[in-house]
Nanobody, 124 residues
Framework: QVQLVESGGGLVQAGGSLRLSCAVS????????MGWFRQAPGKEREFVAA????????DYADSGKGRFTISRDNAKNTVYLQMNSLKPEDTAVYSC?????????????????WGQGTQVTVSS
């Protein structure tokens, strides 16, 4: 069993930055490709970014390209999402997820384990 715990969310003004962390326990994080998703009130969960097991391959939704950076430190069993130039429309609950393969990483159904999420609120 794998447990994922997110942290780093909060309230930030538009244009600001946040770094989210996802701590992986139960198995070594290098066994899984990892993804970040977000869900705003009244909307479906949407893909934000994904990273391969080694960290050598990354994938981003168009909404975050150029502003968000996903990274991982397998020695610390932690995955990060650096978010810059935040906009009010980035407001959502952000969750990390683990998958054994990085095939179609934008698809929610490909992920086996999910964290509880951390709230990100961007004020205008």
């Amino acid at each position: 069993q794998v447990q994922l715990v997110e942290s780093g969310g909060g309230l930030v003004q538009a244009g600001g930055s946040l770094r989210l962390s996802c701590a992986v326990s139960g198995r070594t994080s290098s066994s899984y490709a990892m993804g970040w998703f977000r869900q705003a009130p009244g909307k479906e969960r949407e893909f934000v970014a994904a990273i391969s097991k080694s960290g050598g391959i990354t994938d981003y939704a168009d909404s975050g390209k150029g502003r968000f950076t996903i990274s991982r430190d397998n020695a610390k069993n932690t995955v990060y999402l650096q978010m810059n130039s935040l906009k009010p429309e980035d407001t959502a609950v952000y969750s990390c997820a683990a998958t054994r393969t990085m095939v179609r990483p934008s698809e929610v159904s490909k992920y086996d384990y999910w964290g509880q999420g951390t709230q990100v609120t961007v004020s205008s």
